[in-house]
């Protein structure tokens, strides 16, 4: 059962981390059904989503405490920062060039980012994420 998750882990991560040969997708956000394992819903980031996501990073208030970080069902939003965004706290001091923000079904949302070593660091964040969806245009 723990092999099972930490697969299904490695592959949604791998999925988000493959590298985009157009330059053009590296500005897109992306809506992944989790429990489908695909992605639904694709829009290209805009100023207003750069803005709404600065405002989620700087409300990180803690980490995820779960051994298995991604739910069986929900959605993660995947969002570029354009500019690459430094972000410091007292779990993490690196520049990020994008964050997942992982929303399960029953649950409060939580994102994931990546440090210079792809080290994934799972947060908490008190920030409403409805001002995002609406300018991305997603409904869940």
Do not use: C, H
């Not at 695909?38 to 995820?64: A, F, M, R, W, Y």
């Not at 779990?91 to 994931?112: C, F, K």
């Amino acid at each position: 059962m723990i092999r099972k998750g930490l697969f299904l882990f490695v592959v949604i991560l791998f999925q988000f981390n493959l590298s985009i040969v157009n330059a053009q997708e590296n500005n897109i956000v992306k809506l992944l059904d989790i429990k489908k394992d695909q992605i639904i819903k694709t829009t290209p980031t805009n100023s207003n989503v750069q803005l709404e996501t600065e405002k989620i990073i700087k409300g990180i208030d803690g980490i995820v405490k779960k051994f298995k970080p991604i739910p069986n069902q929900g959605y993660m939003v995947k969002i570029p920062l354009e500019p690459p965004y430094l972000i410091e706290n007292k779990w993490i001091n690196t520049l990020i060039d994008e964050i997942i923000i992982i929303i399960p079904n029953e649950e409060d949302p939580y994102l994931v980012t990546f440090d210079d070593e792809n080290n994934p660091y799972f947060f908490t964040f008190k920030t409403k994420i409805d001002a995002l969806l609406n300018t991305l245009d997603f409904s869940l």
